[in-house]
């Protein structure tokens, strides 16, 4: 069974930093895709970063690249998205995702996704 949680969404100023986590259980840890992204009131969903256990290849969007930061702690099935020098466009639900698509399509229908986590960035 595939079981999402995330957390560590908030308001923040532009420019400044959050750091979103993602508990997941240990098949879909091992197994899948997992990634994150998100969708904001009236706008199309956005893959943000994506990766497969034991690829060092990592999907980010471009709207993204430079400034955030997928990374994973296997000892704790926890998936990280570190982001910095945020912007007021960043601001969304923020969403938890793991399974067989990836990459730009890691947000699709098809995959699991968690309950989110809002991020809301003010100018």
């Known amino acids: 069974q595939v079981q999402l949680q995330e957390s560590g969404g908030g308001s923040v100023q532009a420019g400044g930093s959050l750091r979103l986590s993602c508990v997941a259980s240990?098949?879909?840890?091992?197994?899948?895709?997992m990634g994150w992204f998100r969708q904001a009131p009236g706008k199309e969903r956005e893959a943000v970063a994506a990766?497969?256990?034991?690829?060092?290849?990592?999907y980010y969007a471009d709207s993204v690249k430079g400034r955030f930061t997928l990374s994973r702690d296997n000892t704790m099935n926890t998936l990280y998205l570190q982001m910095d020098s945020l912007k007021p466009e960043d601001t969304s639900m923020y969403y938890c995702?793991?399974?067989?698509?990836?990459?730009?399509?890691?947000?699709?229908?098809?995959?699991?996704w968690g309950q989110g986590t809002q991020v809301t960035v003010s100018s």
């Open positions: 995702a793991a399974g067989p698509l990836c990459g730009s399509s890691v947000g699709n229908v098809g995959n699991y």
């Open positions: 990766n497969f256990p034991g690829h060092s290849g990592i």
């Open positions: 240990q098949f879909a840890w091992t197994t899948y895709c």
